[in-house]
C-alpha cells in the first residue's frame, strides 16, 4: 500500500487496550479518549495481523494504555507473530521483569520501555502512583536486555522543568544496562499548542540534538521518521540516543510508514488525527469478507495526508477539510 505522497506502508502499531496501571500526567493516550470499550481478541488481532501482511505490512507495534495489563498478551504475541517480519512492544516497565523471558519465547522481537526519570519522588509526580518506582522499570529493562528483547529502547519524554536536567544520568544507565535512550519530543495536536500544559513542560530538542552532534562518533538514521541516532563512548561503555522530534517536523511525517489501529478497531493513518479513519472491528464482527476489510486498510492508505508540512497553506487547508 502507498499513499498519496508516496509513503509505503509496512508498519501497524495496534493500541491493544486503554487500561493502565500507571496515569502519567502528560499521556496523549494514543489519540484516544480513555473510555471503557470492547478490547479485540487475539483471533481478531490474528486477523487483522494477517490481512495486514497481505497488504505489505511487516511490523507491528503493541501498545496501550499498557499492553502488559492483559492477562491474554501472550496469546496475542503468539497469534501475530506468525505473519510479522517483527513484533514488538512499547511498556511503562511496571511488569516486564517478570515477563521479560515469556514474551521473548511468544515471539516477541523487542521492546521500548518508558522511564522519564530516575528519582523515585519526580517518577512518582509524572506517573501519579505510589506503587510503583523506578527501579523496578529499571531491572526490567536489564531484564529484557538479557533474554534478548533487543534491542531495547528507553522511552523518555523530556520534560522543561521536571527532567531536563537528567540527561547525562539516562545516559550513563541505558549506556550501562545495554540499552538506547530514545528521546521524545513533549507533542501535542495544533490546536493543543494553546495550552497551558504544553507551553509548561514543552522541551526544544534541538539544542540537546546539537549537543550530541558534538559528542557523537557516528550519526545513522532510523528508516522510521528518518530520526536520527548519535553514537559514542561514555565512561567506556558504548552509549545511543535516538531523537524523535515531530512537532513542526514535515521531515517527521515524510518518512512516516504506520498506520494505526485504537483499541476500539478503527484502523488510523495518523496518531494526531482521525481524518480518513475506518472502523474495522465492527465490519468483521458483523461478518465481513477478508477482501471487505482490506478494502477499508486502502481506503485509509488513500486518504493519509502528512499532519506536519512545510507548507502553510496547504496545512490550512486540510486543517479545514478534517473539520468537514
Known amino acids: 500500500m502507498i499513499d498519496p505522497y508516496g509513503r509505503r506502508i509496512t508498519s501497524l502499531r495496534i493500541t491493544l487496550t486503554q487500561r493502565c496501571n500507571l496515569s502519567c500526567f502528560y499521556c496523549h493516550r494514543e489519540g484516544e479518549s480513555g473510555a471503557e470499550q470492547n478490547e479485540m481478541t487475539p483471533e481478531e488481532l490474528e486477523r487483522i495481523g494477517r490481512i495486514g501482511a497481505e497488504l505489505g505490512i511487516k511490523r507491528v507495534k503493541l501498545t496501550g494504555g499498557e499492553p502488559l495489563v492483559r492477562r491474554d498478551i501472550i496469546d496475542i504475541i503468539r497469534a501475530l507473530a506468525p505473519h510479522m517480519q517483527e513484533v514488538s512492544l512499547t511498556t511503562n516497565g511496571t511488569l516486564l521483569e517478570g515477563m521479560a523471558e515469556n514474551l521473548k ?25 505510589s506503587t510503583y518506582g523506578p527501579d523496578s522499570v529499571m531491572r526490567g529493562i536489564k531484564r529484557a536486555v538479557e533474554v534478548g528483547l533487543n534491542p531495547v529502547k528507553v522511552n523518555t519524554v523530556l520534560l522543561k522543568g521536571v527532567n531536563d536536567e537528567e540527561l547525562d544520568s539516562l545516559i550513563d544507565f ?32 534541538l539544542p540537546v540534538e546539537a549537543r550530541l552532534e558534538g559528542l557523537a562518533e557516528e550519526i545513522r538514521y532510523n ?8 553514537i559514542f ?13 515531530p512537532m513542526h517536523n514535515s521531515e517527521f511525517c515524510a518518512n512516516c510508514s504506520r498506520i494505526r489501529l485504537t483499541s476500539e478497531g478503527w ?5 494526531l488525527t482521525a481524518y480518513g ?19 477499508l486498510f486502502e481506503k485509509v492508505v488513500a486518504s493519509r495526508r502528512p499532519y506536519w508540512t512545510d507548507n502553510p497553506a496547504k496545512q490550512k487547508e486540510e486543517r479545514a477539510e478534517a473539520r468537514e
Open 174 to 205: 541505558t549506556a550501562k544496562a545495554g540499552a538506547i535512550l530514545q528521546l521524545i519530543e513533549f507533542e501535542t495536536t495544533r490546536e493543543g499548542e494553546r495550552s497551558e500544559e504544553y507551553r509548561r513542560y514543552h522541551a526544544d530538542l
Open 223 to 230: 528508516e522510521l521518521h528518518r530520526r536520527k541516532k548519535y
Open 277 to 295: 479513519s475506518r472502523d474495522i472491528l465492527t465490519p468483521m464482527r458483523e461478518g465481513a469478507s477478508d477482501g471487505e476489510i482490506k478494502e
Open 233 to 245: 563512548h561514555r565512561n567506556g561503555r558504548r552509549a545511543e540516543v535516538e531523537i524523535v522530534r
Open 105 to 129: 519465547k511468544a515471539g516477541l522481537a523487542r521492546v521500548n520501555v518508558s522511564l522519564d526519570t530516575l528519582d523515585e519522588k519526580r517518577y512518582m509526580e509524572i506517573t501519579n502512583n
Open 267 to 271: 484502523l488510523r493513518g495518523c496518531l
